[in-house]
């Protein structure tokens, strides 16, 4: 150690000194005489004898420090002077295309701690200055070539970057041994940059040539522009900004056309906007699978493009209940679509396609199956065969959970159908027990179906003993099942004889209760009805309404005003006539978006409580903002959930003792088993 010592001090302090004195001498000389490359041969060759000088006459300790010094005199101190060299510089070694001479500047200067950024900043420099001229001179020759030849400099442009990319590249690799940092200096972004300009082109770039449904020109753009790194990338996102733009376009027409259109002709405009985003969505997917061949990147800008207008409302309605809406239409007998099977097939096919943007999943199962059961009911549903077809699409989509209570609406209808064949047999075989008139009764499962109100409503004497008989057969058939009668659902045909002639009268059964009154009674006053039949206000309010205010008035009013009051009084309207034997009395519409979204957002509520205390029971402990960010990426499958109902849930499930906060940290939940 001490010998190391006098080594150090006494020998090798002042044999370094002296070595940087004399290549300091040498580098004067050589910067003003020799070429860049010259200089570099020198530069090497001195250290190469540098390290046969230690390794035959010194210790190997000193290696390290020496050769740092000759870099030091030799290179860093002449670093600026030598790259910027006029005629032999590393501008006019790229230049020229001096590719060994490049390899050795690499070699020289990597071992200098940054020695490398100057030579990889003169790099980016050079290949920029080429491809901006480049580019001049591709605008300069397109402003004057003939017009019956557009996009020819474009596609020799777009040639020319690809080979200046490739060919830098080469000396990225060859030269500069695949250092990042001269990976990251061939401009990829630069060639983008070059590319977003022709891409932008007013009448030749790539948004006029989708508003013009240029295919073939756009299929000749995806084949020039996927050879440039990251080409596509501002192809995809001109496409998805045009599909945003049309797709908006088409909602803001509709929600314009619904203000203004007619009030007999309510959601018209909302199925009119369906189908054209159904055919807008045909077409630019065609765009993706003829034009860019079906890459993902165009994939994804369909994707999020349709997902931002298709989650738009339209006069107070969300995009969940129109598509609910719009299939109805397709499904039911006399809608306005009028397809073929095989038209209807295709159809529902594209619906569900659209039905995957839709963030609000949940509003949408809700809305279809209260149109469903209406269907269903009302005997509405034109093809059973398409109802399953579309619940099996959904299910392959969502999951078997989604669809588990429309596909039991249908079987329940199956069922029903066969426990009525059951009851007529019944009635055939008991003579005695028969009704006197022709009863079906729609025995449905109550978790299936949409809640529907139930009231203890006092039935006729005639509706009475239907009742009766079909509880005595139920019994017979079941003796663990307790049946709730729905009389809101419930449909009556009955006769009305009026002065001129008899007309069949097709009302609902609180209409026929109504009706049936006055059988006994001439005239009856609003509350007398009341009384008798146990209404609520609002209901007899509709009843009364469409019996005597409507286009239908069977029955008169007193006085004669077009609104129902408390003190008015009803008599039969025998004068009424109708050209038709047969006429269907409706009620006034109800409006049940309220309702089904008070259902929904209990629904969420259950949703969220379940995701919380499941992922809780699998972590233990876990922080707010990660709880909240796993809550939301369970949930979005189904619906997008508020961050704020969220936390909402979290302090419920705290005063519930699901949860608790931890004493120390309140952003750190506990789970309480």
Same mark, same amino acid.
């Given at each position: 150690?001490?010998?190391?010592?006098?080594?150090?001090?006494?020998?090798?302090?002042?044999?370094? +000194?002296?070595?940087?004195?004399?290549?300091?001498?040498? %580098?004067?000389? /050589?910067?003003?005489?020799?070429?860049?490359?010259?200089?570099?041969?020198?530069?090497?060759?001195?250290?190469?004898?540098?390290?046969?000088?230690?390794?035959?006459?010194?210790?190997?300790?000193?290696?390290?420090?020496?050769? =740092?010094?000759?870099?030091?005199?030799?290179?860093?101190?002449?670093?600026?002077?030598?790259?910027?060299? =006029?005629?032999?510089?590393?501008?006019?070694?790229?230049?020229?295309?001096?590719? +060994?001479?490049?390899?050795?500047?690499?070699?020289?200067?990597?071992?200098?701690?940054?020695?490398?950024?100057?030579?990889?900043?003169?790099?980016?420099?050079?290949?920029?200055?080429?491809?901006?001229?480049?580019?001049?001179?591709?605008?300069?020759?397109?402003?004057?070539?003939?017009?019956?030849?557009?996009?020819?400099?474009?596609?020799?442009?777009?040639?020319?970057?690809?080979?200046?990319?490739?060919?830098?590249?080469?000396?990225?690799?060859?030269?500069?041994?695949?250092?990042?940092?001269?990976?990251?200096?061939?401009?990829?972004?630069?060639?983008?940059?070059?590319?977003?300009?022709?891409?932008?082109?007013?009448?030749?770039?790539?948004?006029?040539?989708?508003?013009?449904?240029?295919?073939?020109?756009?299929?000749?753009?995806? /084949?020039?522009?996927?050879?440039?790194?990251?080409?596509?990338?501002?192809?995809?996102?001109?496409?998805?900004?045009?599909?945003?733009?049309?797709?908006?376009?088409?909602?803001?027409?509709?929600?314009?056309?619904?203000?203004?259109?007619?009030?007999?002709?309510?959601?018209?405009?909302?199925?009119? &906007?369906?189908?054209?985003?159904?055919?807008?969505?045909?077409?630019?997917?065609?765009?993706?699978?003829?034009?860019?061949?079906?890459?993902?990147?165009?994939?994804?800008?369909?994707?999020?493009?349709?997902?931002?207008?298709?989650?738009?409302?339209?006069?107070?309605?969300?995009?969940?209940?129109?598509?609910?809406?719009?299939?109805?239409?397709?499904?039911?007998?006399?809608?306005?679509?009028?397809?073929?099977?095989?038209?209807?097939?295709?159809?529902?096919?594209?619906?569900?396609?659209?039905?995957?943007?839709?963030?609000?999943?949940?509003?949408? %199962?809700?809305?279809?199956?209260?149109?469903?059961?209406?269907?269903? &009911?009302?005997?509405?549903?034109?093809?059973?065969?398409?109802?399953?077809?579309?619940?099996?699409?959904?299910?392959?989509?969502?999951?078997?959970?989604?669809?588990?209570?429309?596909?039991?609406?249908?079987?329940?209808?199956?069922?029903?159908?066969?426990?009525?064949?059951?009851?007529?047999?019944?009635?055939?075989?008991?003579?005695?027990?028969?009704?006197?008139?022709?009863?079906?009764?729609?025995?449905?499962?109550?978790?299936? /179906?949409?809640?529907?109100?139930?009231?203890?409503?006092?039935?006729?004497?005639?509706?009475?003993?239907?009742?009766?008989?079909?509880?005595?057969?139920?019994?017979? +058939?079941?003796?663990?099942?307790?049946?709730? /009668?729905?009389?809101?659902?419930?449909?009556?045909?009955?006769?009305?004889?009026?002065?001129?002639?008899?007309? +069949?009268?097709?009302?609902?059964?609180?209409?026929?209760?109504?009706?049936?009154?006055?059988?006994?009674?001439?005239?009856?006053?609003?509350?007398?009805?009341?009384?008798?039949?146990?209404?609520?206000?609002?209901?007899?309010?509709?009843?009364?309404?469409?019996?005597?205010?409507?286009?239908?008035?069977?029955?008169?009013?007193?006085?004669?005003?077009?609104?129902?009051?408390?003190?008015?009084?009803?008599?039969?309207?025998?004068?009424?006539?109708?050209?038709?034997?047969?006429?269907?009395?409706?009620?006034?519409?109800?409006?049940?978006?309220?309702?089904?979204?008070?259902?929904?957002?209990?629904?969420?509520?259950?949703?969220?409580?379940?995701?919380?205390?499941?992922?809780?029971?699998?972590?233990?402990? &876990?922080?707010?903002?990660?709880?909240?960010?796993?809550?939301?990426?369970?949930?979005?499958?189904?619906?997008?959930?508020?961050?704020?109902?969220?936390?909402?849930?979290?302090?419920?499930?705290?005063?519930?003792?699901?949860?608790?906060?931890?004493?120390?940290?309140?952003?750190?939940?506990?789970? &309480?088993?």
């Amino acid at each position: 150690m001490g010998q190391m010592v006098r080594y150090e001090d006494d020998f090798e302090a002042d044999m370094l +000194e002296d070595t940087g004195a004399y290549y300091s001498r040498k %580098a004067s000389s /050589w910067i003003e005489d020799d070429s860049c490359p010259d200089y570099m041969l020198k530069s090497e060759e001195c250290l190469k004898k540098e390290r046969d000088r230690v390794s035959h006459y010194l210790h190997s300790s000193s290696e390290t420090k020496l050769l =740092e010094k000759v870099q030091h005199e030799l290179l860093v101190m002449y670093a600026n002077r030598l790259l910027e060299k =006029e005629h032999s510089g590393c501008r006019a070694l790229l230049r020229d295309d001096k590719l +060994e001479d490049l390899s050795r500047m690499y070699r020289l200067y990597c071992k200098i701690p940054r020695g490398l950024d100057p030579v990889a900043n003169i790099f980016k420099q050079h290949i920029t200055a080429e491809g901006t001229a480049l580019v001049e001179q591709a605008e300069d020759a397109a402003s004057n070539q003939a017009s019956n030849a557009p996009g020819v400099q474009e596609q020799d442009l777009i040639s020319k970057i690809i080979k200046l990319h490739n060919k830098y590249i080469v000396y990225v690799t060859r030269c500069f041994q695949n250092h990042t940092l001269f990976h990251k200096k061939v401009p990829h972004e630069l060639l983008v940059m070059y590319a977003n300009r022709l891409l932008e082109k007013e009448h030749s770039g790539c948004r006029a040539l989708l508003r013009d449904d240029k295919l073939e020109d756009l299929s000749s753009k995806y /084949w020039l522009y996927c050879k440039i790194p990251q080409g596509l990338d501002p192809v995809a996102n001109i496409f998805k900004q045009h599909i945003t733009a049309e797709g908006t376009a088409l909602v803001e027409q509709a929600e314009d056309a619904a203000s203004n259109q007619a009030s007999n002709a309510p959601g018209v405009q909302e199925q009119v &906007l369906i189908r054209k985003i159904i055919e807008l969505h045909d077409k630019y997917m065609e765009y993706v699978t003829r034009c860019f061949q079906n890459h993902t990147l165009f994939h994804k800008a369909l994707k999020e493009a349709f997902e931002v207008f298709c989650n738009k409302t339209v006069s107070g309605s969300s995009s969940a209940e129109l598509l609910a809406t719009f299939c109805d239409n397709i499904l039911k007998k006399g809608g306005s679509e009028k397809l073929s099977d095989e038209a209807i097939e295709e159809t529902l096919e594209k619906v569900v396609k659209l039905f995957a943007y839709i963030s609000d999943k949940d509003l949408f %199962a809700e809305f279809y199956r209260k149109k469903l059961a209406r269907r269903l &009911l009302f005997d509405r549903s034109a093809n059973d065969d398409h109802e399953r077809s579309i619940l099996t699409k959904l299910k392959e989509q969502c999951g078997g959970q989604f669809t588990s209570k429309m596909e039991g609406m249908v079987t329940d209808l199956t069922l029903a159908r066969e426990n009525q064949a059951s009851f007529e047999d019944y009635l055939r075989n008991n003579p005695a027990a028969h009704p006197g008139i022709d009863l079906t009764v729609t025995v449905l499962t109550t978790g299936f /179906w949409p809640s529907y109100k139930s009231f203890d409503l006092n039935l006729p004497a005639e509706m009475v003993k239907c009742v009766e008989v079909f509880k005595g057969f139920y019994e017979t +058939e079941t003796k663990h099942r307790k049946l709730t /009668w729905i009389y809101s659902l419930g449909t009556c045909h009955i006769n009305g004889k009026f002065e001129e002639k008899t007309i +069949e009268l097709i009302v609902s059964t609180y209409q026929a209760a109504v009706l049936l009154l006055f059988n006994a009674s001439d005239r009856l006053s609003y509350s007398e009805i009341m009384a008798q039949l146990n209404l609520t206000h609002d209901d007899l309010v509709r009843l009364l309404h469409s019996l005597a205010c409507a286009k239908y008035k069977i029955l008169s009013k007193e006085p004669n005003t077009k609104t129902i009051s408390q003190s008015d009084y009803f008599e039969f309207n025998s004068k009424f006539t109708d050209k038709l034997r047969r006429i269907k009395i409706p009620l006034p519409p109800v409006d049940e978006r309220k309702k089904v979204v008070e259902d929904v957002d209990k629904d969420r509520r259950y949703a969220i409580d379940a995701a919380i205390v499941r992922i809780m029971k699998s972590r233990k402990v &876990l922080g707010h903002q990660q709880l909240v960010s796993e809550c939301v990426e369970q949930l979005s499958r189904m619906f997008k959930p508020d961050i704020k109902a969220i936390k909402k849930r979290m302090e419920d499930l705290i005063t519930r003792d699901y949860l608790e906060r931890d004493k120390d940290n309140p952003n750190l939940f506990r789970y &309480l088993a």
